[in-house]
């Protein structure tokens, strides 16, 4: 859009309406100009703009709008036969924003207020109106009693403020407690809500044996939930036990108490003093490169998984570059040979995972050597 200029002439007509008489150039619409009313014959300068449209300030402030053209303007008389009946002026009214003194007939408070609070026709004194709104909004025992029927819950104690605790009870679960904050709000029982969530977040017998076909364990015992006792058989090793909860078998760092070692298949001498049958289990060694972004090294691990579920769990891309398929006890000792041999190019990790302790740093040379020794 652009912007319209008016000339000396136009603004000059424009102010004639308003019955002021431009004295000064015209420059612009937000550039002052100089001018004289010829009612009260007053002179002035202000923004050429709010001239034209508001008219004279002299002549506005004694009709009673500091505003003209944007609001209503009022005198002395419509104000007091707006004012409520309960208020009384001690001041000549002059514009909305200018403060007079004002009266409250029922408390015979007197104190200086705005006056265009009092244009709606309400009493807004600050006394009488704050007692009369906490009255309205004041609860007794029947009345918590009615909300209390609708929340199936029933008062012990007696009701005395919002802010001083409340003592209820529950009709349905039976549960008992104090309530400490905004008593007046009622809302549902605790245990009942912690019950309901619970139930939203339990798990079903399907979602359970998900879980364990992927540690390659079967559940024996029916199914009561993972609160319960169960037994349980490993697929591999043929090994059964029993458990208090099931809970403890679903965590992911929790397998077969006999086949399975914590901290993902770091193994030790005393492991297999204590299960020598796992000694002649099928085994993999094997030599990874990791990479992201920012970092680049290799891994050199045992598993007996496949290599998607072994490496679901770390936030590296890998690639295989070698890998050795031998018995357990023979896969230990290879793995345990070649961390010993290149234990100066170990690596730290930025991101942590399970096999961090496992990581080296190599050139070309040493990985070809690497892979010599796998083959």
Not at 129 to 150: A, C, F, H, P, R
Not at 178 to 186: D, E, G
């Amino acid at each position: 859009m652009k912007k319209i200029k008016y000339k000396q002439n136009i603004v000059r007509n424009k102010l004639i309406k308003k019955k002021i008489i431009l004295l000064s150039k015209y420059n612009g619409s937000k550039n002052a100009i100089k001018v004289k009313c010829k009612i009260c014959k007053k002179k002035w300068s202000a923004a050429a703009q709010s001239i034209w449209i508001r008219g004279c300030k002299f002549c506005n402030k004694k009709e009673g709008s500091i505003k003209a053209g944007r609001s209503i303007a009022h005198t002395d008389r419509e104000f007091k036969t707006i004012l409520n009946k309960n208020l009384k002026a001690h001041e000549k009214y002059n514009t909305r924003h200018t403060p007079i003194k004002m009266e409250c007939l029922i408390c015979g408070d007197i104190r200086t207020r705005v006056p265009h609070h009092y244009f709606d026709g309400k009493h807004h004194c600050r006394i009488c109106g704050n007692k009369k709104m906490s009255q309205k909004k004041s609860y007794t025992n029947k009345t918590i009693d009615k909300l209390l029927v609708n929340v199936f819950q029933k008062r012990i104690s007696n009701y005395k403020t919002k802010r001083q605790p409340l003592r209820l009870e529950c009709l349905i679960c039976g549960h008992d407690w104090w309530r400490k904050t905004n008593v007046s709000q009622i809302r549902g029982c605790p245990s009942c809500q912690k019950k309901s969530i619970g139930n939203k977040l339990k798990l079903t017998k399907a979602d359970v044996d998900k879980i364990l076909i992927k540690k390659s364990v079967q559940l024996l015992s029916k199914f009561n939930g993972t609160m319960f006792p169960g037994k349980l058989k490993c697929k591999i090793c043929k090994h059964k036990w029993s458990l208090s909860r099931l809970t403890h078998i679903l965590y992911i760092t929790n397998g077969c108490p006999k086949c399975m070692v914590r901290l993902h298949d770091f193994y030790k001498s005393s492991y297999f003093k204590k299960f020598p049958e796992m000694k002649n289990v099928a085994s993999n060694v094997y030599f990874v490169s990791l990479k992201n972004k920012k970092e680049n090294f290799y891994k050199i691990g045992i598993t007996r998984k496949k290599w998607k579920i072994r490496f679901r769990t770390i936030p590296y891309k890998f690639k295989l570059i070698k890998s050795k398929q031998d018995t357990l006890y023979n896969c230990y000792l290879l793995e345990k040979k070649l961390k010993k041999e290149f234990i100066k190019y170990r690596y730290r990790p930025k991101v942590y995972f399970h096999g961090v302790a496992e990581c080296f740093k190599f050139d070309n040379k040493t990985v070809s050597g690497v892979r010599q020794k796998l083959s």
